[in-house]
């Protein structure tokens, strides 16, 4: 009872917040003049934009009383208007109006210095960016002691009680100078707009390479002042210490302390990370981080007193304590990666180990021996909505007449299906060296690390649910890590819905807007690029096969080279990047792979990643949080092109690959490459439809650039699977609660098994 009575107060708490700032009836709006996203685009999968997107292109400093310069569409050439949609076709010369709107002829109409088309909350968000405007003057002029005070006073004052938002103006003004002093970095003025969106409680969608972790440290330094502690959430460990170990000189200017969460980090290193102003980790560890200190507390017969509510008790005296101290303002970064595809996980942390693990062990065993040995169809069946594997008959004739010993022998006959049923999933679609790679770990004990489908990297410690991953230990002969039972179990998305003040940034959050609002009541607000975008689209190419499609590449590598331009190549595997590097090598291209196998060169590689002539074949580690600088003479030739050479399950991930070129206004291309095998059309499609398309590309003489739409339809359809996936497991973790409230149980850590 107490629980729901505490998270209900949360949620009224966010609403009273919002209907402070006056977000009454969270919608997405436009801002400063923008068209909403609407919502039946987003319905329709193609994000925002160029159909119903009038782009504002320029930010309000770049503003001046005229609007900024427009750029004709070349036939062929699509302009990127900053949304990456690329299933829009290029705007016709006969109709004036579409290609109008495309180079946002229309700006005079929405510029944001009219007052027409604006809400009044950007009105109010326009006045406090002036206020903040208006004491720069005096700031630039005091020198590094006063500005320390005048944080030191603002923080009394928050702690006195009296409004953050009554503090903004003067708070956000000492963050723009500290970042300018300390990093040589002054927030813009659309970084300023973007921080009092976020504080706001907004998700702030800002292009890739606009500075989202410069505009973080707008609301985290003022959340911070009330001192009960501001959390970003990163994706992954990589990010966390990396934007927190960039802009701390920037805190500390102002008296703010950092912490850093990284995962393999003891509980004690942990405590004073949370113990500082502002703490830098990944979702997934404050996820655990809330189920121990909750483990903790009930272990300590405090939980009634101390926890619930806010999930921490703040710091006591002696003996083992929680880490955590408190729940108050979470800014999550790659909003929509974290609280959408990460929600679908539960973080489950495990109970005792299992007295029947000699027999599960041996099982997976037995059941990965045989798995070749079952064939589509006629031992077995694909669901192909849930892909869900279910053997016919014939199958379990097979399972029954297959040798065991002993210990498999006393295994229940419907266990046994079932665990061949994995294994064969597992013998069929788990690949090493492009789901998972295998890896010593420090006593040297080889195991299996999933590598990250949306970043690319290595998710150490992470692992697949339902046997899937003791399956893959057993294909690949290792250790088998029985699953234990559950201690204590959270979603990402309950984790998030218990801070009182959330809000995200992300490059790509119009596709999931509807989404956000609907789950965590954030709207989506877009902001807009400081200097108008200069990426180009170029059209796609498909082909027949993986083999047609590389050489294509290798050749628009080979013409690009030599005009001196730095080349990265996208693939979605760890084994497809080792494919194309070594065709470039027969080419005699010379190149750089970036993957998960070579972590340790990264930094070398992108530092190197835009000079002159470079060429480099990365999978999704080369997307967020990778800043490719260009060397000074690139930018003239063109600027970097990227070249895409598969479509991902998610768009997002495609659109963080291409936003690794035209950065801040620099100039830069990309091109989709596509082929009639791809992976995404037996996802999407359905493995029938597949294989019709792969035949047809066996015998394809050319192009088949006539079938591109056929890959989006793809993707929309996987991303659209994902999404009832998703509602499904709300559903279901909805009822869970709700019925173990009912009957007294804690529903974090009371959890079925
Ligand atoms: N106000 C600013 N002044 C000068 N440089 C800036 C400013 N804001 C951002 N930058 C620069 O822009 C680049 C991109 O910043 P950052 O990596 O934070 O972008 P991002 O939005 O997180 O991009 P991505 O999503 O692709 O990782 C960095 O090189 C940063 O130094």
Redesign the pocket.
């Known amino acids: 009872m107490r629980e729901k009575t505490d998270e209900l107060m949360t949620e009224k708490k966010r609403e009273e917040n919002a209907m402070a700032t006056g977000e009454t009836e969270p919608k997405i709006e436009p801002f400063l003049g923008m068209p909403p996203v609407g919502d039946e685009l987003n319905e329709a999968g193609n994000g925002l934009g160029n159909q119903g997107g009038l782009q504002v292109q320029g930010g309000l400093e770049s503003l001046p009383e005229s609007s900024p310069p427009t750029k004709p569409v070349v036939q062929g050439e699509l302009v990127d208007s900053g949304d990456f949609n690329p299933i829009i076709p290029p705007p016709s010369p006969s109709s004036p109006a579409t290609s109008d709107r495309h180079i946002g002829g229309n700006h005079k109409a929405l510029s944001p210095f009219s007052r027409q088309g604006i809400s009044p909350r950007m009105m109010r968000w326009r006045r406090k960016l002036n206020q903040i405007n208006e004491l720069e003057a005096t700031l630039k002029t005091e020198d590094d002691l006063s500005l320390r005070k005048r944080s030191l006073a603002l923080r009394y004052r928050a702690m006195a009680g009296e409004k953050l938002s009554a503090l903004l103006p003067e708070g956000y003004a000492l963050v723009r100078e500290a970042?300018r002093r300390a990093?040589?970095?002054?927030?813009?003025d659309v970084?300023m707009i973007g921080g009092i969106a976020l504080f706001e409680g907004c998700i702030a969608e800002?292009?890739?390479?606009?500075?989202?972790?410069?505009?973080?440290t707008l609301p985290m330094y003022l959340h911070s002042l009330v001192g009960k502690g501001a959390h970003l959430a990163t994706v992954n460990d990589y990010?966390a210490k990396r934007?927190a170990e960039?802009m701390k000189p920037l805190y500390e200017m102002l008296g703010v302390s950092v912490g850093i969460i990284q995962t393999p980090d003891e509980q004690k290193d942990r405590r004073v990370a949370y113990g500082c102003a502002v703490t830098y980790g990944t979702a997934k560890e404050f996820g655990f981080d809330f189920l121990r200190d909750r483990l903790l507390l009930r272990a300590q017969n405090r939980l009634q007193t101390e926890m619930l509510g806010d999930g921490g008790g703040g710091f006591s005296g002696g003996g083992d304590e929680v880490v955590m101290r408190g729940m108050h303002f979470c800014l999550v970064?790659?909003a929509d990666s974290i609280l959408i595809d990460e929600a679908r996980t539960p973080l489950i942390i495990g109970s005792i180990e299992d007295t029947v693990r000699d027999q599960i062990v041996e099982t997976y065993r037995w059941a990965s021996i045989h798995a070749a040995e079952f064939e589509l169809d006629e031992h077995f069946e694909i669901d192909d909505d849930t892909k869900q594997y279910e053997l016919t008959s014939r199958g379990r004739q097979k399972v029954r007449a297959l040798p065991k010993n002993d210990l498999v022998r006393t295994m229940g006959l419907v266990d046994l299906y079932e665990y061949i049923e994995r294994s064969v999933k597992v013998y069929r679609e788990f690949l090493l060296d492009r789901q998972y790679v295998v890896r010593p770990n420090e006593k040297g004990i080889d195991e299996i690390v999933i590598v990250d489908e949306f970043t690319g990297r290595l998710a150490e410690g992470r692992k697949w649910r339902d046997g899937i991953h003791q399956a893959i230990e057993a294909k690949e002969e290792i250790e088998i890590s029985v699953p234990t039972g559950q201690a204590a179990r959270i979603t990402v998305q309950d984790l998030f819905l218990r801070f009182p003040n959330l809000a995200g940034?992300?490059?790509t959050a119009a596709t999931s807007a509807r989404e956000l609002r609907r789950i965590y009541r954030t709207p989506v607000i877009r902001v807009p690029t400081?200097r108008p975008p200069k990426r180009k689209r170029l059209p796609d190419r498909v082909f027949g096969t993986m083999l047609a499609k590389y050489e294509a590449v290798a050749k628009e590598v080979q013409q690009i080279n030599t005009e001196g331009r730095p080349v990265l190549i996208g693939t979605r595997s760890i084994d497809k990047s080792v494919i194309l590097s070594r065709m470039l090598t027969e080419l005699e291209i010379e190149h750089q792979v970036l993957n998960a196998n070579n972590v340790a060169k990264e930094a070398e590689i992108v530092s190197a990643a835009g000079g002159n002539g470079k060429v480099t074949v990365a999978t999704n580690m080369a997307?967020?949080?990778?800043?490719i600088?260009l060397a000074d003479d690139v930018e003239q030739l063109g600027g970097m092109h990227v070249i895409c050479t598969e479509l991902h399950d998610a768009a997002r991930i495609d659109r963080?690959l291409i936003?690794?070129c035209g950065?801040?206004g620099d100039r830069g291309s990309y091109r989709q490459y596509l082929s009639l095998d791809d992976d995404i059309l037996k996802s999407g499609l359905g493995p029938d439809k597949a294989e019709r398309l792969k035949n047809k590309g066996e015998v394809l003489q050319g192009s088949a650039d006539k079938q591109a739409n056929l890959f989006r339809k793809a993707q929309r359809k996987v991303e659209r699977k994902h999404f009832r996936d998703r509602m499904v497991l709300m559903h279901h973790e909805k009822e869970r609660k709700k019925m173990q409230r009912e009957i007294g149980q804690d529903p974090y850590l009371d959890t079925p098994d």
């Open positions: 970042g990093l040589s970095m002054r927030h813009y970084q800002m292009q890739t390479g606009e500075g989202k972790t410069l505009t973080a990010l934007d960039w970064d790659e940034m992300t490059g400081n997307g967020r949080g990778t800043d600088k963080q936003g690794r950065r801040q």
